[in-house]
């Protein structure tokens, strides 16, 4: 079966690291995939189905028999609920998100889950350092980590291309390579992420697979990965997202230098033994979570088209666990990150458009 995986697959941040991680498992089951920007309708060619990720334009349904989504919903357009009834499903990363787009479009909306990158590597030594793994991204609460460092004894690794992160303690680089940075998530033994909001939140799943000691947010969907309800960060404020055009769903949440100092008490007050059950159980957890993400993946993807099974839904899918525009659209949008100067938007017109086949 063809497939087009639609988004912004060079975007240098999360969505390039979805399109890549779908590609390689829809591949594993045999599908032949192109891969390309939402933006590129000429770079197009005829499938089975598209699978927009993040994004989306209705000009390129016409590319494919069947649309499908996986949305994030701190990135949702409200513009784009309009287009919703066309897709046949709707594949959440996170519990979070599966109970937004329930709310939109019923029984099409699924709890998929996601298979991040695992870099586990039981054989290098655990340090009691905490790792800030910032990235391209504005949403993690830097500020307050930063502030909380000034009185913290315990060594900080920041990675992040915001801007340099200076204080005692702290550690900087603005990029690691991938040998360096499997190396740092495992012997980083605290994993700190109070992010403000996350998507499907690639950071806080990889260190779940290494299994690291996570600290973050209390709210979701940061809290779904967390092990340990005392390294949970409270949050000190919820906003409206920036972008008023976005989502009423999401709030961008505030954390303070306090409520991270005090996360980062707890947790190096804990005994070796509590942290290895912590460490344990998040590796498990991780485990748990990815075995079940490529089984339900696989019997969503090899499903026959939905015209050729007589407008079927599928109510035989592994069960779920826990919880239960027009062109004119596209066009403001582009709009939008033209002239928007926030650094997401900075980099969306930096990206290049390209097509992988």
């Excluded at 975007?11 to 594993?28: A, F, I, K, P, Y």
Aim: proline content about 6%.
């Amino acid at each position: 079966m063809k497939w087009n995986i639609i988004s912004l697959p060079n975007n240098q941040c999360g969505l390039e690291m979805h399109c890549s991680l779908l590609r390689t498992r829809l591949e594993s089951l045999g599908h032949e995939v192109n891969v390309l920007a939402y933006n590129a309708p000429r770079l197009a060619s005829m499938a089975d189905r598209n699978l927009f990720v993040e994004l989306v334009n209705p000009d390129l349904f016409r590319f494919a028999r069947e649309q499908w989504l996986i949305p994030m919903a701190e990135w949702w357009r409200n513009s784009w609920n309009v287009e919703l009834p066309k897709f046949r499903y709707v594949l959440c990363g996170t519990r979070h998100g599966y109970q937004i787009f329930k709310r939109k479009v019923g029984d099409r909306a699924m709890y998929l889950g996601m298979e991040p990158r695992d870099f586990f590597d039981p054989a290098i030594p655990r340090k009691r350092q905490f790792l800030h793994a910032v990235g391209g991204s504005a949403a993690k609460n830097t500020a307050a980590v930063s502030a909380a460092w000034r009185s913290t004894p315990a060594k900080l690794i920041v990675l992040s291309r915001m801007g340099a992160i200076k204080g005692p303690n702290i550690e900087f680089h603005t990029h690691v390579s991938e040998s360096e940075l499997h190396t740092l998530m495992n012997e980083s033994l605290f994993h700190l992420m109070p992010s403000a909001m996350e998507g499907y939140g690639h950071s806080l799943h990889e260190a779940e697979a290494v299994g690291a000691v996570i600290l973050t947010t209390d709210a979701p969907p940061m809290n779904e990965v967390s092990h340990d309800a005392t390294l949970l960060i409270p949050p000190a404020a919820f906003r409206k997202h920036k972008d008023t055009t976005l989502t009423q769903d999401v709030e961008w949440i505030d954390v303070t230098a306090a409520g991270v100092a005090g996360a980062v008490r707890r947790a190096l007050a804990m005994s070796d033994e509590k942290l290895a059950s912590i460490q344990a159980e998040t590796r498990r957890h991780f485990l748990e979570e990815r075995d079940a993400f490529r089984a339900r993946f696989a019997q969503l993807a090899n499903s026959p088209i939905d015209s050729e099974a007589g407008g079927q839904q599928w109510p035989n899918l592994i069960p779920l666990p826990g919880t239960a525009a027009q062109p004119q659209t596209v066009r403001h949008f582009a709009m939008h990150v033209a002239t928007c100067e926030c650094s997401v938007c900075r980099r969306r017109k930096s990206a290049r458009i390209v097509t992988n086949k």
